[in-house]
């Protein structure tokens, strides 16, 4: 497993990957758009414009906020020109979500709600516009 490490500089870099000892780490998910960020942008260190590379920038706080120094995000930290990473990539992903110390999700279609001072609740709703919405309607359980 290949993490993305938040430096003391106030950077992130990506790591050679774990193998049995691994750190705690966040992991997040979300439905990208445009403009990944991809492993060879990380590499080659490029791509730091894309709108992608923006999202890890905020994902990076989020971890650093709860002060965890790793992130897990799939478009980087998977070499997918590696056909045995990849395979071994798909068939770790679940454990990796499970063993996560914390887990963000980014819902693009989803606008924030504000919650009065003092409401604790945790309830949200989504309107059928949204893309999460229609997801989930089709899961049945």
């Known amino acids: 497993m290949r993490l993305l490490h938040y430096n003391s500089d106030g950077n992130f870099s990506l790591t050679e990957p774990f193998n049995k000892v691994i ?32 999202k890890l920038r905020f994902y990076k706080e989020q ?24 395979a071994e990539a798909l068939n770790s992903m679940y454990r990796w979500c499970r063993d996560a110390a914390r887990c963000y999700v980014y819902l693009l279609d989803v606008s ?17 516009k949204t893309q999460c919405y229609s997801r989930m309607l089709d899961c049945k359980m």
């Open 23 to 54: 750190p705690e780490y966040a992991i997040l998910s979300q439905r990208w758009e445009t403009e990944k960020a991809k492993f060879g942008d990380l590499q080659k260190e490029i791509g730091t414009k894309k709108a992608g590379y923006k």
């Open 63 to 86: 971890a650093r906020g709860v002060g965890l120094k790793y992130f897990w995000v799939d478009t980087c930290c998977i070499d997918k020109s590696s056909s045995t990473e990849l």
């Open 112 to 128: 924030a709600l504000k919650q009065k001072a003092g409401d604790t609740s945790t309830e949200h709703t989504y309107t059928s």
